[in-house]
Each structure stands twice: as structure tokens, then as C-alpha cells.
């Protein structure tokens, strides 16, 4: 059983920038591929980013270019770095451990930090 958290959610005006960070103890004993995914309002939860276990990143349009995800093996902590914040990027957003073979029913979520962006 893997236990993340995420934290460094906020209130921040439009084209500002947070960073959020994931601990995530023992991921890399699982060989995860660590995600970011956030959640709007009645919405499903949507993919933001991906960092491969081969150190591969990848990211969802709306945010290449203004989000950076990151990984510190050696202290267990994922980090998004997201700059030029905008109102749409409003939601709850969540880390997951998803380890190699398994569909997402069985991934590891933490419970999430809010980000509000503020026009």
C-alpha cells in the first residue's frame, strides 16, 4: 500500500504561479509511473501530466508549456510546478501512483489539494 499526499494548493490571480508537491513513500519500490490528473466541479477526474519510471514526461495540451512536472526519487516526492496560471485550471488536483500492467481502477490517489484561480 503506497499513502500519497499532496499539498501546495491555493488562491492565486490569474497568471500567477504553485507549486504542488506529492509525497509519495515507496513509489519507487513499485516501479510507478507517477501522474498529476485534477478534477473540475461534476466533472471526472482528466490526465494533466505523466512522469514514466524511465524518466519520460509527458503532458496534456492545455498546459505544455506552462506546467513542469518533476521528480525527486531519492526523497519520494513528485512536484508540478504550474505557471501562468488561468481560471480553467480550476480544480482539484491529484497525484497517482500507477504501477507498470495495472489499469487506473487500480492505481494509487492521494486525497488531493484544491487550486482556485481567481480572474
Known amino acids: 500500500q503506497i499513502q500519497l499526499e499532496e499539498s501546495g494548493g491555493g488562491s492565486v490571480q490569474a497568471g500567477g504561479s504553485l507549486t504542488l508537491r506529492c509525497t509519495a513513500p515507496?513509489?519507487?519500490?513499485?516501479?510507478?509511473?507517477m501522474q498529476w490528473y485534477r478534477q473540475f466541479i461534476g466533472q471526472r477526474r482528466t490526465w494533466v501530466a505523466s512522469?514514466?519510471?524511465?524518466?519520460?514526461?509527458r503532458y496534456f495540451s492545455a498546459v505544455k508549456g506552462r506546467f513542469t512536472a518533476s521528480v525527486d526519487r531519492a526523497k519520494d516526492m513528485v512536484y508540478l510546478q504550474m505557471n501562468n496560471l488561468k481560471p480553467e485550471d480550476t480544480a482539484m488536483y491529484f497525484c497517482?501512483?500507477?504501477?507498470?500492467?495495472?489499469?487506473?481502477?487500480?492505481?494509487?490517489w492521494g486525497q488531493g489539494t484544491q487550486v482556485t484561480v481567481s480572474s
Open positions: 497517482g501512483c500507477a504501477p507498470p500492467g495495472v489499469s487506473i481502477d487500480g492505481w494509487y
Open positions: 512522469l514514466d519510471n524511465d524518466g519520460g514526461i
Open positions: 515507496g513509489f519507487t519500490s513499485k516501479h510507478c509511473h
